[in-house]
C-alpha cells in the first residue's frame, strides 16, 4: 500500500516554471514506478512522464513534454518530482502522481497504475 500526496501546483503566467512534488508513504518507494499525469477540464487523463522503479531511466508523453519537463525521483526522501519550464496555457490541468509496483515505466495508461495521489492543480494564464 502507498499513499501519495502531492504539492507544488498553482497559477503562473505563461512561460514560467513550477516544480511539483509527490511525496509517498508506505515502504519500498524505489521499487514503484512513479508517473506523473494530468487531466485538463472535459479531457480525459494523460500521461506526462514516468520514471522507473529501478531509477534506470524516464519517459515522457512526447519531445514537447520532454524539452520542458523533467522527472526525478529521490528515493532517499521518497519524493518524485516534476519540473515543468516555460509553461503553456495548455499546460494547464490537474496534475496526478501515480505509482505502479515494478511495472514498466513506458506504459502510458493509466489503468496500469495501482495507487494515485489527490491531484494538484496548476493554472497557465496567458
Known amino acids: 500500500q502507498v499513499q501519495l500526496v502531492e504539492s507544488g501546483g498553482g497559477l503562473v503566467q505563461a512561460g514560467a516554471s513550477l516544480r511539483l512534488s509527490c511525496t509517498a508513504a508506505?515502504?519500498?518507494?524505489?521499487?514503484?514506478?512513479m508517473a506523473w499525469f494530468r487531466q485538463a477540464p472535459g479531457k480525459d487523463r494523460e500521461f506526462v512522464a514516468s520514471?522507473?522503479?529501478?531509477?534506470?531511466?524516464?519517459?515522457y508523453k512526447n519531445p514537447s513534454v520532454k524539452a520542458r519537463f523533467t522527472i526525478s525521483r529521490d528515493n532517499a526522501k521518497n519524493t518524485v518530482y516534476l519540473q515543468m519550464n516555460d509553461l503553456r496555457p495548455e499546460d494547464t490541468a490537474v496534475y496526478y502522481c501515480?505509482?505502479?509496483?515494478?511495472?514498466?515505466?513506458?506504459?502510458?495508461?493509466?489503468?496500469?497504475?495501482?495507487?494515485w495521489g489527490q491531484g494538484t492543480q496548476v493554472t497557465v494564464s496567458s
Open positions: 501515480a505509482a505502479d509496483y515494478k511495472g514498466s515505466y513506458t506504459l502510458m495508461s493509466d489503468y496500469e497504475y495501482q495507487y
Open positions: 508506505g515502504r519500498s518507494f524505489g521499487d514503484y514506478v
Open positions: 520514471s522507473s522503479w529501478a531509477s534506470t531511466g524516464t519517459y
